[in-house]
Nanobody
Framework: QVQLVESGGGLVQAGGSLRLSCVAS????????MGWFRQALGKEREFVAV????????LHADSVKGRFTISRDNAKNTVYLQMNSLKAEDTAVYYC??????????????????WGQGTQVTVSS
């Protein structure tokens, strides 16, 4: 089992920044690729970003490319999502997820094994 706890969400004005954190416990963190997903009210959960076990490879959704950056600190068992130039359409519950790393980066939510409880991000326009 892997337990994931997100933090860092909140209310921010459009154009502002937030940094989300997700702390993992329970299994060896470096065995897992880590992803961020988000779910807006009334919409399906969608992919935001993913990072390989050592941070050497990342993938970001087109909608956030150039504004959001995923990173990780394996010494702290933590994955981050730096969000800049936030827009109203970024408003959602943000979830981190863990997937046993097999050399592939996945943007499919069905392929992730563990999920956090989510943190709300609200961007006011």
């Amino acid at each position: 089992q892997v337990q994931l706890v997100e933090s860092g969400g909140g209310l921010v004005q459009a154009g502002g920044s937030l940094r989300l954190s997700c702390v993992a416990s329970g299994r060896t963190f470096i065995h897992y690729g880590m992803g961020w997903f988000r779910q807006a009210l009334g919409k399906e959960r969608e992919f935001v970003a993913v990072i390989s076990w050592n941070g050497g490879r990342t993938l970001h959704a087109d909608s956030v490319k150039g504004r959001f950056t995923i990173s990780r600190d394996n010494a702290k068992n933590t994955v981050y999502l730096q969000m800049n130039s936030l827009k109203a359409e970024d408003t959602a519950v943000y979830y981190c997820a863990a997937r046993f790393y097999d050399g592939q980066l996945s943007y499919s939510r069905g392929e992730y094994d563990y999920w956090g409880q989510g943190t709300q991000v609200t961007v006011s326009s």
